[in-house]
């Protein structure tokens, strides 16, 4: 195991209460990824890719196994710890865009502001920057009804980079886009992980599409890590 | 968050959700309108009668008598072989020799000399018809010393108090001159006015006339006329005592003496004869300030006086005050309580609305404490907007409701009357009471909010 990643999971367990029985959505995942690396996890449906992500962005607590995300333990924080480990190290990016649909496509791009404390002018400010840097500098206005799909993720890209995060985690960010917008999507994620130093974990059914941009790819079934293929090695 | 963006987000979404924010907005409205309507009358009830009381100084008076003024004993304690009279059982602390044995000139200007009193006066009033050339009107005589009359306890319009105790001198209030046809006190002073009182007459022509009535039965009165002459007209009417009614005339006391009149401070008197000279049955103290009542009583009794103060009574009139605005409160929180219901339901359909969303601001980084707060101010918004629009309603049904009755009432010749009090903490209470009570109605909205799994959420359509 890479000892020197900036995500680190060891033996990684979620399991489910189902009724009487025992779900495992994820058994004894350990992983690493190194700091500036794009990493692509598939899998069939079913397979754990949502779950490691959850557990990867916080949002979900694991059973038993660890998660260390630049050295700190974050399978141990508390709940407040938790939300000011999403707000500050992790953006995420979902299938379903997951966007505010009352507010407009600024007010989404700004809103992890909000709990950080940030003033409303600064706000402002670094939401229509990043939405230039996605290519939405003439739609801050819009809502996400007014928008295309294409343009609603790019806006949860924006969203997800607007606190500056080290890790952008992405769980299927083109499940729900064309082909050519699917790769017009993840290639603005390459981008963004090359200019802003960004370390990116990115699921996605489309293994061709991940090989095209990851650097590492792993695979999951049943819950389990069944192979992990260096694509391109550190430099 | 900072609380200004807490505000900007409450605002922004209870905008978002107009026509509920609207309805709930409006039970709110109604019930702390209700609420405050209902509190509002019993602070104006309540002001009425203080200001009353004090328009008529009442506050400012002891009312003094003496001790067994009908020297009957108690059967239980009567003892005809006891050395000492029935008296001493009654008052034992009061040497026999110092008992006060009547209340009369000397005694009033005993009174005066006491700290804290500014006037001392007979409490004797009579009503009498006063005829000032073809006018008459009813009204009550009050007798006043010459020194109450001079001691600045009546202000004068037009001439000054009589100065002795003894002639057929009067003073009468501006008010009733004006009800006599004569709208210039200066003009006054010095008319002369005729007074005729009624007084029962018990002689053997009038208990005859009374018993061989035909048709006619009349109560056996009879009718005295006196001539008088205005020297003062006086600003205000009368003064405080056991009565609160105005009298609207003063007379010197001698001169009252020599009159047949019906008093009205005890049936007693009736049947005394007019120049009795056993002192007066009551004498009215006026104080500087309410504040000196109690010293000024305590010394009165310690000199064997009987005391009654209208003062003493205020702390029970307080506990009714009390009462009311309990009852008041009760009926009004009927409809607080139907809006609070009101607001919990709105917070929680907003909530189950509002579900992803709270999955993604968990997402992106919001504790449980800033969702809690975010939903705690769209409830406490709706208090303050239905607080301050409450306000806004009892008010406007106040002032309808004044207008109102005072329509009808001044078709009766009373006087305008403001039924509603709106004091400042009535206004500032009723505000902060809405967005308390709508607060605590968004707390278990609010817990479940803060209790949401963002997994669960952030899969939910």
Redesign the interface.
Known sequence: MNTDGLIQTQDLTKAYACGPTQVVALRDVTLSVARGRFMGVTGASGSGKSTLM?LL?G??TASSGSIRVGGRLISELS??EL??F???TVG?I?QSF???V?YSAIENVA??L????VA?KERIERAAGLLQVVGLEGRQDHRPTELSGGEQQRVAIA?ALV?RPEILLADEPTGNLDSKTSQQIVQTLHDLKTEQSLTVVMISHEEALLREFSDEVIYLQDGAVTSHEILRARP | ??S??YI??AWSNLR?RKLRTFLTTSGVVIGIGALVCMFAFGQGVQRNIRDQFDELELFNYVNVSLKNRSPRPRRRHFDPDAPQAHDEQAEPNIPPGERPVVLDDSVLDEFMQIDGVEAAFPEMRFPAQIRVGDEERFTLIQVLSAGACQSGLVQFRAGGPYTTNEPNEMVISDSLLRRLGNRKPETAVGQEVEIRTVTLDFSLTSLLRMVFARGDQRLPTSNRRYPFKVVGVAERMGFGGPLPIKSDVYIPPRAAEKMRKLVLNSISEIFLPANRAAGYSMVSVKVTSPSDIPAVKKTLEERGFRTFALMDQLEEMQKGFIIMDMFLLAVGMIGITVASLGIVNTMVMSILERY??I????????????VQKIFLFESGMIGLLGGAFGLTLAWVVSVAINAIINSFSSRQGVPYIQYFNFPWWLCLGAITFSILVSLIAGVYPTLRAARVD??VA?RHD
């Open positions: 959850n962005g949002l979900d709940h407040a939300a000011r999403r707000r500050d995420m979902f997951n966007l505010v009352s809103f992890p909000l709990f950080a404390n409303k969203r606190n | 968050m900072r200004s963006d900007e987000q978002k992803r969303e999955g993604i601001m968990k997402a992106v980084g919001a504790t449980d404490g800033d963002p997994v952030l």
